[in-house]
């Protein structure tokens, strides 16, 4: 049978995200063997349109039918459209766009159709990363924390250390590089931590029609409702003990507890939410971290990082202060993940996703000819 890749060596694999903000496809070459990063090759973005926003945003929350359709083929356009530009590949990772999250119910639904992708690439493209590992009692995610691992050995941490990815979700990664191999039990413990940016872009989108509080400007001119604070951590989904997901809007009711605010406070209140709730989290580390690198969006936002400052009790700082890109970060980790899927490795363990045994999944789709 054809291999999608040799079972050693390092390779060049091409990742590509969409993730819950619905902004765009993120695309990004990585130089690993699966296990360690050799080195970070170039990256690309290819915004969504207003039009392919809305189909996406009419697709959220849905199985099937007409509206899913409709955000798949708005999904395979881009992806394609991007990744051609991207010549010296061996493998893709493509994670496709997550419409609807239930680990404990219907299961978890990313459209984009891999195998067609494949065929118009020309190349092996790894797809489907989240369904076995939900099928074996996981919680489908966040995936990225094997890549953090790999990340932490790659800036040479010696120490314990949490990367918090700041999206539309927040989810954390707590990683202990004392440990060889990510699948050992101690060396990861992740899970989402609550919202991250999509309250503060629903509010600014739905009282404001814009898309972000761009560089936290508005938050930055209100004050915190404390109250609301306290209502939202009493959510019972902050007592449950990780690892634990999210699905894009199981917090979009958090608007109502700002509804009565001024458009500032609001913000201000919806940012304080999601450092809130990765301030909570943080107690469920093992050990305190030496330091805090923080990816995704959320680290434009003065606001959101000088809340979490004031909320932790280590360095936070972007992921560039050591070295990495947190524009890019999960392409790179889904490039990552596709090498890991092709040569057999897992990709969550029982510390990443509560999944029963460490698990790769995915499906491999192969071009013709
Ligand atoms: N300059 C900025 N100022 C404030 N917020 C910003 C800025 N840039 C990005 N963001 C926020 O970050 C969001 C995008 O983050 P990111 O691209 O990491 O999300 P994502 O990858 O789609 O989500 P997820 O990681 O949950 O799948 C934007 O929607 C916005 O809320
Ligand atoms: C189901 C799903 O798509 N979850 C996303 C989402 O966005 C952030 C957070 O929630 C994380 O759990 C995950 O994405 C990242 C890339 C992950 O799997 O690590």
Known sequence: MKKAIGQSGVVTAL???SGTSLDG???AVLRTDGHRIEGFGTSGYRAYTAAERQALRAGLG???GAAVEAAAAVV???????LAGFDGVDIVGFHGQTLAHEPRGRGTLQVGD???LAQALGRPVVWDFRSDDVAMG????????FFHFACAHWIGAAEPLCFLNLGGVANLTYVDPAFARPEQPGALLAFDTGPANAPVNDLLQARLGQEMDEGGALAAQGKVEEGALE???????????????????DFSEMIGLVCELSDADAAATLTGLCAAGVVQAME???APPAQVLVTGGGRKNPVLMQMLRAGLDCPVEPVEAAGLDGDMLEAQAFAHLAVRIARGLPTSCPGTTGVRAAVGGGIISLPDG
């Open 15 to 17: 990742g590509a995200m």
């Open 114 to 116: 891999g195998a067609a």
């Open 25 to 27: 496809v993120d695309a």
């Open 284 to 286: 469920h580390c093992p």
């Open 76 to 82: 395979d356009a881009a992806h394609a459209e991007i």
């Open 62 to 64: 849905q199985w099937q």
């Open 231 to 249: 209502l939202f951590l009493a959510e019972p989904f902050f007592a449950r003990m990780p690892p634990k997901s999210l699905d894009r809007n």
């Open 138 to 145: 996981g919680e489908g995610a966040p995936l990225a924390p």
